[in-house]
């Protein structure tokens, strides 16, 4: 009889553990609690997206470093440290080959996409995780676009989400 007890126990502790993850996970990614901001450097134009703005995650700014080159900051937590601001890296790379579009991916407005690992970030005999990558890049006629995955170490919000929104939305003017 008592091993009846412990099973039911058991049981209900670990439905109160879920019921919690799920509610607190709820409450930060809820898609129909989210407020959606347009990506705008005003330095680096002829393209457009948008991204999903978490909470407690929330856009600080995009700041522009170079003619080609805006970083998006992120507010934090309070209870996280880290020693450089969260950020994505937004690039705008002139090309003359094309749009490549040869074996890409196409996102509803039939832009070429494709995740990239850059080898040149790794030392020598990394182990690649399944579906790393590095950079989310756009091929235009002129010039392709490269968003950094993520400058915040272990991902804090869910990704899929806010790069499945970038690509959903992206387009070139």
């Given at each position: 009889m008592k091993?009846?007890?412990w099973i039911i126990f058991v049981a209900l502790v670990l439905s109160l553990f879920f019921i919690f993850k799920m509610n607190q996970n709820n409450s930060?990614?809820?898609?129909?609690n989210l407020t959606y901001k347009n990506f705008n450097c005003s330095e680096m134009g002829?393209?457009?997206?948008?991204?999903?703005?978490?909470?407690?995650?929330?856009?600080q700014g995009i700041q522009n470093q170079r003619?080609?080159?805006?970083?998006?900051?992120?507010?934090?937590?309070?209870?996280?440290?880290?020693?450089i601001p969260p950020q994505i890296r937004v690039e705008k790379i002139k090309t003359e080959a094309g749009d490549n579009a040869e074996?890409?991916?196409?996102?509803?407005?039939n832009i070429s996409y494709e995740y990239v690992t850059d080898l040149s970030l790794y030392v020598e005999g990394h182990k690649f995780e399944e579906g790393d990558w590095d950079w989310l890049v756009f091929y235009g006629k002129d010039f392709y676009v490269k968003i950094s995955k993520n400058g915040f170490g272990k991902l804090p919000f869910d990704t899929d989400l806010f790069y499945g929104k970038i690509i959903e939305t992206f387009n070139f003017r």
């Open positions: 091993i009846w007890v930060i990614f809820d898609s129909a002829g393209f457009s997206f948008e991204f999903p703005d978490f909470k407690n995650w929330e856009l003619e080609n080159l805006c970083v998006m900051y992120f507010n934090w937590p309070d209870d996280i440290e880290y020693e074996n890409k991916k196409q996102n509803p407005q």
